[in-house]
């Protein structure tokens, strides 16, 4: 018991360094930008302050820059190899793990780790994909092995073991599920397998707007689409610039760039109302699945005229051809006679 006290009466290094290191975080977390050289201190500083901290410091820092968005990359790496203890919040919520620190960690520190990951909201079907091989890897017992062990009593580890494996298999059938929900109900910017327009294609729209040259933004529209210029031309002549704004959301544009192309080419979309412009109130009120349905739905009207005025040529063609091989020219029944 004296001993005890005597060690609450002198100051403690390991607190102090526990001070320092919240310190240094709660200092980073300030940052809203932090630049290179910034990034880097901190990257010096916090591997030697986390190593001499004590548990409860290290939980709390780790705590702290799990909600953080910019994070060195070699701080990111180092704290998600820590023990699960300590990394789990980490591996779990932080928006800095890239797919490839997710699946690095994954395959190298074990189980628990792969089963922190699996938590993640948003996991990328590339960082899905790895934990499946990672699970289906797992050597599966043999028979004797599991006679074995359905013989002996279960020990408290053995009991542990047990639980984490109906853990992970519940939790891997959830974020199954969670996936297939995703494809149904899928996010303003999961672009995947729909038709998105290239940030070339995007710059050019912008300036062609800005230059208010329509000539070359329909052109610009058409190769975004895939369709002919006939169909850009009618969606821009729409002066309502409903058509327009229903094809620049189906191609996945940013909201203001969007609404600067509207306002534009229809001046009238600029008029302010209760602070909001008249475009950005009609980009609120369209919907982003039904957008991409009714621009394909042109396209797929507009590729039919195609078609159709393509076979209309060609058998024009080939009527012009007919009738130039079947008309010839009037010649006379009489042979000429040579002079001489």
Not at 33 to 52: K, N, V
Not at 149 to 162: F, K, L, N, R, Y
Not at 189 to 214: C, M, N
Request: with cysteine.
């Amino acid at each position: 018991m004296t001993d005890q006290f005597r060690d609450l009466e002198r100051p403690s290094a390991m607190r102090r360094k526990d001070v320092v290191l919240m310190a240094t975080v709660t200092s980073f977390e300030a940052l809203p930008h932090p630049s290179r050289s910034e990034l880097r201190q901190f990257a010096e500083l916090f591997g030697p302050l986390f190593a001499a901290s004590s548990e409860e410091a290290r939980r709390q820092a780790v705590a702290a820059l799990s909600q953080c968005r910019t994070v060195p990359t070699t701080v990111a790496f180092f704290i998600a190899s820590q023990p699960i203890a300590v990394a789990a919040p980490f591996l779990a919520s932080s928006p800095c793990l890239d797919d490839e620190t997710l699946i690095a960690v994954a395959r190298t520190q074990g189980a628990a780790h792969a089963r922190a990951i699996v938590r993640r909201e948003n996991l990328s079907p590339r960082v899905i994909d790895a934990l499946v091989s990672l699970r289906q890897d797992r050597p599966a017992p043999q028979a004797a092995d599991r006679t074995e062990i359905a013989e002996t009593p279960a020990s408290p580890s053995a009991a542990a073991a047990q639980e984490a494996e109906r853990r992970w298999r519940e939790e891997e059938l959830r974020q199954r599920i969670k996936t297939l929900a995703n494809h149904v109900h899928r996010t303003e910017d999961d672009r995947l397998g729909l038709r998105t327009v290239s940030p070339v294609q995007e710059a050019l729209l912008i300036r062609f707007a800005r230059s208010r040259d329509g000539g070359m933004f329909a052109t610009t529209l058409a190769d975004c689409l895939s369709a002919s210029r006939w169909l850009a031309e009618r969606i821009v002549l729409d002066i309502s610039g409903r058509q327009l704004a229903t094809t620049l959301k189906a191609l996945g544009m940013d909201k203001a760039d969007g609404v600067y192309v509207l306002q534009r080419f229809y001046p009238h979309l600029g008029e302010e109302t209760s602070g909001l412009t008249r475009g950005a109130m009609l980009w609120n009120g369209l919907d982003a699945d039904q957008c991409g349905r009714r621009v394909e739905a042109w396209r797929r009207a507009d590729s039919h005229t195609a078609t159709r005025e393509s076979e209309f040529a060609v058998q024009a063609e080939e009527a012009v051809a007919a009738s130039s091989e079947t008309v010839r020219p009037l010649r006379s029944a009489t042979p000429l006679r040579r002079r001489g």
